[in-house]
Every structure is written in structure tokens, then in C-alpha cells.
Nanobody
Framework: QVQLVESGGGLVQAGGSLRLSCAAS???????????MGWFRQAPGKEREFVAT????????NYADSVKGRFTISRDTPKNTVYLQMNSLKPEDTAVYYC??????????????????WGQGTQVTVSS
């Protein structure tokens, strides 16, 4: 069973930066490199929304329009870790951020329904 653990959340002022990390373990049957990875977020009273995804070999990345140019997703395969660098943070970025893994090789999806494995989430709060 794939397990994902996020870290790096916290409280930051508007305009500041944070880097989220997501470490994968339990990769008994398939290597980390076979999964597309994604970040999603959920603010209070709102549905979970797509933030960014990266395919298995980092050749493709997708971003939500709201974070394009400010956030960068990357992965370190030897470390089984995916990152989300968040710059120029805004109060509307406040949410719980979730890491997710999609086991379908070659796909880079923006739909949370196509991600089978999820972390527990890390809180990001941006003050104005």
C-alpha cells in the first residue's frame, strides 16, 4: 500500500514562500517513477481543487490557472519525493494541501477521482 506524507506547511505572510514536500513509501510492487503525482488543495467550505500535476518522468506539468507562474511542481525520484514550491503567496491560497499518486502510467490528470493514493494533508495559511 502506497503511503504519502506531506510536510512543509505553515503560516506565512502574503508575498512569502513555502515549499511543500511529499514523501512516498510502501512502494513494494511498483517504483515511485511509475506514478504521476499531483497536489490538490481544499479550503474550508469548498471542494477539493486541482493545483498541479507532474508525470512520471517530469516531462509534463500542469498547473491551475490560479497558481500558474507562482507555483512549481517537481519530483526527486531517488528520494521518492514530490515538491511544490509556492512563491508570491496570497491569502486565497490558504487551504489544506494534499499530495496524491496516480498509478496509470503515462497519464497526467487534473481530476482528483483519478488519483488512488492520498496523503493526510498539510495546512497552509497565508495572512494578509
Amino acid at each position: 500500500q502506497v503511503q504519502l506524507v506531506e510536510s512543509g506547511g505553515g503560516l506565512v505572510q502574503a508575498g512569502g514562500s513555502l515549499r511543500l514536500s511529499c514523501a512516498a513509501s510502501g512502494l513494494t510492487f511498483r517504483p515511485f517513477s511509475s506514478y504521476a503525482m499531483g497536489w490538490f488543495r481544499q479550503a474550508p467550505g469548498k471542494e477539493r481543487e486541482f493545483v498541479a500535476t507532474i508525470d512520471w518522468n517530469s516531462s509534463k506539468r500542469n498547473y491551475a490557472d490560479s497558481v500558474k507562474g507562482r507555483f512549481t511542481i517537481s519530483r526527486d525520484t531517488p528520494k521518492n519525493t514530490v515538491y511544490l514550491q509556492m512563491n508570491s503567496l496570497k491569502p486565497e491560497d490558504t487551504a489544506v494541501y494534499y499530495c496524491a499518486a496516480d498509478p496509470t502510467h503515462g497519464r497526467i490528470s487534473m481530476s482528483p477521482r483519478e488519483f488512488d493514493y492520498w496523503g493526510q494533508g498539510t495546512q497552509v495559511t497565508v495572512s494578509s
